[in-house]
């Protein structure tokens, strides 16, 4: 009979444990269905303003930031490639301007926890890895790519040896899983309710920030109390023997349900909660880059081969990003430091992190964009 009754309780708190996850990522779809919904036409007329390669990196950032999701954009990108509207050369800006941007979803999810001090240190720190991981790559290998094309040059190369593959086509159990609840809320704010112009898409934002903080509420005690101890086990044994694992796990999770915001996401909770450490975030994050840039190759290979070598771009640009900082500690140790320090400044006063993001993603771009205009 005991042992009916511990069965039974650890079948009740899988079941609690997963449900908490599928709402968490209901939520993190909503609110980019959302974004998506009165931000798609916006970044779209953005994309079309400009042939200056800087301009276009921010333009990149600030449509990404705004529709939450780098598939979008380089979607757009690939068929203004596709249509002649804009060429390879002044595409990849807006690729690498994307990256950035899609990293914006888990430094929002960390606001969650903003409330709670120390858990909000954690949690911001964790989400900043992605940031900083992806801004520093676009300092280092912008220049070089302006100046030599080299990962142009090579993606056009490796694209010519895949532009007659067969399309595979692959897709995501997350989607099918969470689609149904989209749906549902399409139904209910455009014909039930039925909100005038864009309201329908703020009322899902609202809804989908609600579920998002009732999620990680208990998210994080459920982790506290229930599978921390086995959870250190794994990180600890597992990912913290090799940071390969972890980046070869983020790649295939990210591979599997097409969202690195997800994957990055996920660890957010992980972080505050203390259950696992910068260190073993880091390999994750930079997997998860990985992750997304080869659905995004099977995908192309059902188009055209401009958009298998804008695939090929981006992958080539976050494969040279880790070879970049991962190997070397040194390096390693600059990303998790810079995450650490803007940690510290969020607990010494929360308006940073506020100011952090805004700035990052929205007003450095936009005022950039603005003054390209005015010269």
Not at 160 to 174: E, G, I, R, V
Not at 234 to 254: E, H, N, P, Q
Request: hydrophobic content about 55%.
């Amino acid at each position: 009979m005991n042992k009916l009754k511990s069965i039974g309780r650890r079948l009740l708190r899988l079941i609690t444990v997963l449900t908490l996850l599928y709402v968490f990522l209901v939520s993190i779809k909503l609110m980019g269905h959302a974004f998506k919904g009165f931000g798609e036409g916006f970044a779209e007329s953005l994309i079309q303003t400009t042939s200056n390669p800087f301009v276009a990196l921010f333009i990149g950032i600030l449509a990404t930031s705004i529709i939450q999701s780098s598939s979008t954009t380089t979607s757009i990108v690939v068929g203004m490639v596709s249509a002649g509207t804009l060429t390879v050369s002044g595409a990849i800006p807006l690729v690498m301007g994307a990256n950035i941007g899609t990293s914006v979803t888990n430094t929002l999810v960390s606001f969650a926890h903003v409330t709670r001090k120390e858990e909000f240190k954690r949690a911001f720190s964790s989400s900043l890895i992605h940031d900083i991981f992806n801004v520093s790559c676009v300092i280092i290998l912008f220049p070089i790519e302006m100046t030599t094309h080299i990962l142009e040059k090579t993606a056009s190369v490796l694209s010519m040896q895949f532009a007659h593959s067969a399309a595979f086509k692959f897709t995501s159990p997350l989607k099918v899983a969470i689609k149904p609840v989209i749906h549902m809320f399409d139904i209910l704010f455009q014909d039930l309710i039925h909100l005038p112009g864009k309201l329908n898409y703020v009322a899902m934002l609202f809804c989908a920030l609600a579920l998002l903080f009732i999620a990680l509420f208990f998210i994080v005690r459920v982790m506290k109390s229930l599978v921390i101890k086995r959870t250190e086990v794994i990180f600890d044994k597992v990912l913290g023997r090799s940071g390969v694992i972890g980046i070869l796990m983020g790649a295939l999770f990210t591979a599997i349900i097409q969202s690195s915001s997800v994957t990055t996401s996920l660890m957010v909770p992980l972080a505050a909660s203390g259950i696992v450490t910068l260190e073993q975030i880091l390999p994750i994050v930079l997997g998860a880059n990985l992750g997304t840039t080869v659905t995004a190759i099977l995908a192309s290979l059902a188009g055209t081969q401009v958009g298998v070598t804008i695939a090929f771009v981006h992958l080539l640009f976050n494969t040279v990003g880790i070879l970049i900082f991962y190997p070397s500690r040194f390096m390693r140790g600059m990303l998790l430091k810079e995450a650490r320090s803007l940690g510290e400044m969020s607990l010494r006063s929360r308006k940073y992190a506020f100011m952090y993001v805004a700035g990052v993603f929205f007003i450095i771009p936009l005022i950039l964009i603005f003054l390209s205009k005015l010269f």
